[in-house]
């Protein structure tokens, strides 16, 4: 509810990814009638520049843009790389010292490889340290750094993670290409239940398919999804966790708008992918 009379300190409120909210343009819309009604409210928006929600802001003469991209983001991803890598270990206990020693000499090529964008950082990050051929994965993800455009050098590294999930496998494919589709079909990327997903396994892939390795796939899918454990009926802080041991207890949904937005355009089309198994 907008304040009707001026407070003695402004209201400031600070939206993140904008752009991932359910009807963003009426939310950008809403935004704009609150401020304008109340001069003293300040908004910092964070958004990537969408039509809908420009729309609404560009006619608003209080607003200023600023483009983060015009920013030098790569002393931040520098540090993320960093940290992310120096705190592996609490992430996956299987890791060694020796593995992150290697990773951390490719710092460089990482950094050129992301283009700033965190999101392929997270993701290329996150399938390193979750996979065992960690040497041929990173060839991989270093050999796309002359793709042109943010979009297609996310697609490929999105190829690249659903490929290590399908492990060569049609069968495991095809459960990749489920999970995908129930996901992409879910109303506003609505968390689902790793059991649930399982019941939608066709009989002729469930043969000898237990949940618990049904959750292992999964797994293999964890750059691309946002697990969260659920306990005592309340959702815990999303985190990788252990799904395999308790597939009942977490939900799953797409981690970033533009994997949902990746397989609509490929249409999950996964045959695409290599099926090298990496």
């Keep these: 509810k907008t304040p009707t009379t001026r407070p003695e300190a402004p209201i400031i409120f600070v939206i993140d990814a904008l752009d991932e909210c359910i009807n963003s343009g009426d939310v950008a819309h809403r935004l704009v009638q609150v401020i304008a009604k109340a001069l003293w409210v300040k908004l910092i928006v964070m958004s990537r520049n969408e039509a809908a929600i420009r729309a609404e802001f560009e006619d608003f003469p209080l607003l200023t843009e600023h483009n983060l991209f015009e920013d030098a983001t790569e002393s931040d991803i520098r540090l993320y790389f960093r940290h992310r890598l120096e705190n592996a270990e609490r992430e996956n206990r299987e890791l060694k010292r020796g593995d992150l020693n290697y990773l951390l000499k490719h710092e460089d090529a990482f950094t050129t490889t992301s ?23 990173v060839e991989s993800l270093l050999s796309r750094s002359t793709i042109d455009g943010i979009v297609d050098r996310i697609s490929a590294l999105y190829l690249t993670v659903l490929d290590n999930a399908c492990q060569a496998d049609k069968d495991t494919r095809d459960i990749v290409r489920m999970i995908v589709g129930l996901l992409l079909v879910t109303t506003s990327n609505t968390p689902l239940p790793i059991s649930g997903l399982y019941a939608f396994v066709p009989p002729s892939l469930k043969d000898g398919l237990r949940l618990e390795d049904f959750a292992r796939v999964v797994m293999r899918l ?54 090298s198994g990496a």
């Design 115 to 137: 283009g700033g964008l965190f999101i392929w950082m997270y993701t290329a990050l996150t399938l390193i340290i979750w996979s065992v051929r960690r040497d041929k994965l």
């Design 222 to 275: 964890n750059p691309l999804l946002k697990s969260t454990l659920v306990t005592k009926g309340y959702l815990s802080d999303p985190s990788p966790g252990d799904p395999v041991s308790a597939p009942h207890r977490y939900l799953v949904q797409a981690y970033h708008a533009t994997f949902l937005e990746f397989s609509e355009r490929k249409a999950l089309r996964l045959e695409q992918t290599t099926g």
